[in-house]
């Protein structure tokens, strides 16, 4: 049952009791009773309310909000749980530890809010982690602490004799700061026979009385009459306060003056200046003479009336004397009094009615503010909560209010009046690190009025930037042999966040140079990002490698990007030329032949040499630094080429000694030599001949070149042994030319087996047939070619089967014919003996060729 009393938003009361008055019980608890309405819609407590009697002892206890809101009473202070009340004083405070909320200060329900009715006292508890707010209300329940009482001890009463019964005259009403039954409830009057009291109520409730006149007074018989007025109130136990009431009787005037309207009602703007005009109240008296001389005066009035209006005693006009606020008070009412001069009276009201003007800018009141929020705060984050409020009324008093719309915040209406400044959209401190929200509060007014309130909102860095380097790659430059610790240059990457989350460290990853890692060659400063070389590089051995950087921040967890670092070696000048040919490492140096028959050009042999840096230091430049001889032989600058300058003489020594200078281009250069043996022959036979008429500057030459020339005549010697034991045995084979041998400086041969065309021979090599040659290897021939001598006799197109005997003949004759007019050839005859059969050899034509290797090789047709 009490459930659903709750959301039908019932109250529940505990009376207090009748004892709450009386002083005997006072020390006595007081039961207190609380109202709690619950909003659906909102989903939470809108307002939960108590009442209390006022004069209260301070420590009393008020409520228990731990019991009330159903929370635990240990997560109060764990939540700041803190009170927050809006009036100027602070009656109550919260005992966060045991939930209970006490009185601070005793309250006087007069003082606070004098005939107001019911009399509130409002505030919040304000709950954080998640924040939750409760308003709160206490009703403060008048006690009856407080006697009537009439403003004067005395009233005095001028009234004429033969006045008329049942005329009535107002007295004036007992005041009582109490409200309710305990203010003035009845008025009684002393036993006479002349007046009765009339009790009337007004608009507001309260109650007046009226002396009515039940028999006419008679001077004669009383000039004077005393009576004594009781207020009573309606609280328990009743209070009274008391006034004598004297009435004098005068002579008679006939005539009362009169107001031409009992009730005035009028208007007035809040804040009318000074002396504005508010009404003009009229009386008219019948009499004559001193007895129609009227004067205008208040009648009763609180003090605050005498303060704000001023009445002319003479016109009537009242006017404004003070400034009048409506927030003050919306009405007042006035009684004003006219008197002639025969102390007759009669009385009137003015209502004055004051109309709001929009005079109060709406006030904003902030009550929680989280200043610093993470910039990945979720939407919906609540940051602050305030409250708006207008003292003025209607539309004057109903506000707007709003923020800028360049701010990624809104704003939340919950409770009334009360806004929740939230995200609403993603944070990000790297682009905006603080916000300044202004908050504009407008009413609905004419003109209308605002008033602003800045929240400055800061937020808090969270680790959301990785670092960024300030190039997607590196290159760097290290000259090779340089010293270990070298300085190669520095990878630098900034992060957007801010501290710890912004300290970058620098790191490579593990990968290798060649077989070695990283580590044993490259160093980076984890601080600054510096790159060292730890030992020294050879751009011979490796011209460049790659290293992977890594950037990471201090963030939790952190973040990281990477990099890629090539780092180019740059080639110095430090490797000599190296000699490939000829061989420079055996004790000997090698020997070149060169016959006596050469001509100039001749190419003997070529310096072949390499150099291990690059570029220009590379370039190779060869030079004959000496020579026995150094008009015989030319080195070629670029190719290394050794040639004969002018033909070989007979003076000239057989054994020449050659110094090649090899040079780079670096700077500083370097160089190398290779030194050349040449011997000067007159045919390939003669280098296996003892060397004659040799100098003896030469003899003493290193008997190892001797041993290296005798060895390779020795193997040419066996070579042409065998080549004569060949075409011994292949002229052995020719029998039928045997008989026919005639002598002459030419061999002829006969062989059936010797192919007549060399197109029909199937050998398998480069050369048709089989021929023997007269050769001579040199010993520094280190690539096994053969050196032939240049031709002794030119070569003959002869092939009389394939061509015909006529067609032969003229073909020959015509092509001998050009070459013995040219001088290039000499031609002889050689006889053939019709009995010949086929592979009769007729002649043999042996050529030399001067050329190496397979351009050595020679064919004939």
């Known amino acids: 049952m ?19 008055g009386m002083e005997n019980r006072s020390r006595k608890r007081q039961v207190l009773s609380f109202f709690l309405c619950l909003c659906v819609s909102l989903g939470a407590c809108e307002t939960i309310r108590y009442s209390m009697p006022e004069e209260k002892k301070s420590g009393s206890l008020v409520a228990n909000i731990a019991k009330d809101l159903k929370l635990d009473v240990g997560k109060l202070s764990g939540r700041s749980a803190r009170l927050i009340s809006k009036s100027s004083k602070q009656y109550f405070k919260l005992n966060a530890s045991s939930g209970d909320v006490i009185i601070k200060e005793k309250i006087d329900r007069e003082d606070l809010c004098g005939q107001r009715d019911p009399c509130f006292l409002q505030f919040e508890i304000v709950l954080e982690n998640p924040l939750q707010l409760y308003r709160m209300e206490v009703q403060i329940d008048d006690v009856n602490d407080n006697n009537p009482k009439f403003s004067k001890n005395e009233f005095v009463f001028k009234i004429p004799e033969l006045l008329p019964v049942n ?70 136990p009743q209070r009274t306060g008391t006034a004598r009431v004297r009435v004098n009787v005068l002579d008679s005037n006939d005539n009362f003056p009169q107001f031409s309207q009992s009730v005035y009602k009028v208007q007035l703007m809040e804040n009318s200046p000074k002396g504005t005009l508010v009404t003009k109240v009229e009386a008219s008296d019948l009499d004559q003479g001193s007895n129609a001389e009227i004067t205008y005066s208040f009648g009763q009035v609180p003090d605050k009336v005498l303060k704000l209006f001023q009445l002319n005693p003479f016109t009537g006009e009242i006017t404004v004397l003070d400034i009048i606020d409506f927030e003050d008070a919306a009405m007042y009412e006035i009684e004003i009094q006219v008197m002639d001069g025969g102390g007759f009276t009669s009385h009137c009201k003015v209502l004055v009615e004051i109309k709001d003007m929009n005079d109060n800018a709406p006030e904003v009141t902030l009550t929680s503010l989280t200043s610093t929020i993470p910039e990945d705060s979720s939407p919906e984050t ?39 400044l939230v995200t609403q959209k993603p944070l990000d401190r790297e682009k905006v690190p603080e916000y300044n929200i202004t908050i504009t509060a ?39 042999n340089n010293p270990p610790g070298l300085l190669i240059g520095t990878v630098r990457a900034a992060d957007l966040d801010t501290e710890q989350n912004a300290k970058v460290t620098y790191s490579a990853l593990p990968g290798n140079i060649g077989d070695l890692p990283f580590s044993s060659s490259i160093s980076i400063n984890s601080e600054n990002g510096k790159v060292y070389a730890l030992q020294s590089l050879d751009y011979e051995q490796r011209r460049d490698f790659q290293v992977t950087v890594r950037a990471a921040d201090g963030g939790s967890p952190s973040l990281s990007s990477e990099v890629i670092v090539r780092v180019v070696i740059i080639d110095e000048n430090d490797n000599a030329p190296f000699i490939l040919y000829p061989l420079q490492n055996s004790s000997a140096p090698a020997s070149d032949l060169v016959p006596r028959s050469a001509e100039a050009g001749y190419l003997v042999t070529k310096v072949v040499a390499v150099d291990g840096d690059s570029g220009q230091n590379s370039w190779l430049s060869y030079k004959l630094l000496k020579a026995t001889d150094p008009s015989l032989f030319a080195v070629g600058l670029q190719t290394g080429e050794v040639k004969t300058s002018r033909p070989i003489t007979s003076p000239d020594s057989v054994k020449q000694k050659l110094i090649v200078l090899v040079k780079d281009n670096g700077e500083p250069a370097r160089s190398t030599t290779s030194t050349l043996n040449v011997l000067l022959v007159d045919g390939f036979s003669d280098a296996y001949m003892q060397l004659l008429d040799v100098p003896q500057e030469e003899e003493q030459q290193d008997t190892l070149t001797l041993y290296l020339v005798i060895s390779l005549s020795f193997i040419s010697f066996l070579f042409l042994v065998s080549v004569v034991t060949i075409v011994t045995i292949r002229l052995y084979k020719t029998r039928q030319c045997r008989d026919q041998y005639v002598p002459s400086s030419r ?54 089967v394939a061509a015909g005997g006529s067609i032969f003949d003229s073909q020959i004759n015509s092509q001998l014919k050009e070459e013995k007019e040219s001088g290039r050839v000499s031609v002889s005859e050689d006889s053939i003996p019709r009995s010949s059969g086929e592979g009769c050899i007729v002649n043999k034509m042996i050529e030399i060729n001067e050329n190496c290797g397979q351009n050595g090789w020679l064919s004939y047709q």
């Open 2 to 20: 009490a459930a659903a009393a709750l959301q039908r938003g019932l109250c529940f009361r505990s009376d207090p009791g009748m004892a709450g």
């Open 167 to 236: 005329s009535r005259f107002p007295l004036e009403r007992a005041q009582d700061p109490d409200i309710g039954t305990n203010g003035i409830q009845s008025y009684a009057i002393s036993s006479n026979e002349h007046f009765s009291l009339d009790v009337l109520s007004q608009e507001d409730g309260s109650k007046y009385a009226e002396l009515v006149l039940e028999k006419q007074l008679d001077r004669e018989e009383q000039a004077q009459l005393m009576l004594i007025l009781t207020a009573a109130d309606g609280g328990l």
């Open 382 to 420: 609540v940051v602050a909560l305030f409250s708006v409020s207008d003292r003025d009324s209607g539309d004057n008093g109903r506000t707007l209010c709003s923020i800028q719309d360049n701010v990624p915040f809104a704003l939340k209406s919950t409770l009334k009046n009360y806004y929740e």
């Open 442 to 480: 407008t009413d609905r007014g004419t003109p209308r009025l605002t008033s602003v309130s800045v929240i400055r909102v800061q937020l808090s860095d969270i680790n959301d930037n990785p670092p960024v380097f300030n190039e997607s790659s590196y290159v760097m430059y290290l000259k090779e």
């Open 747 to 800: 061999n002829f041969y006969s062989d059936r087996n010797f192919p007549t065309n060399p197109a029909e021979t199937s050998g398998t090599g480069t050369l048709p047939q089989s021929y023997c040659y007269e050769v001579c290897l040199t010993t520094g021939s280190g690539t096994s070619e053969f050196k032939f001598l240049r031709p002794l006799v030119p070569s003959l197109r002869a092939d009389p």
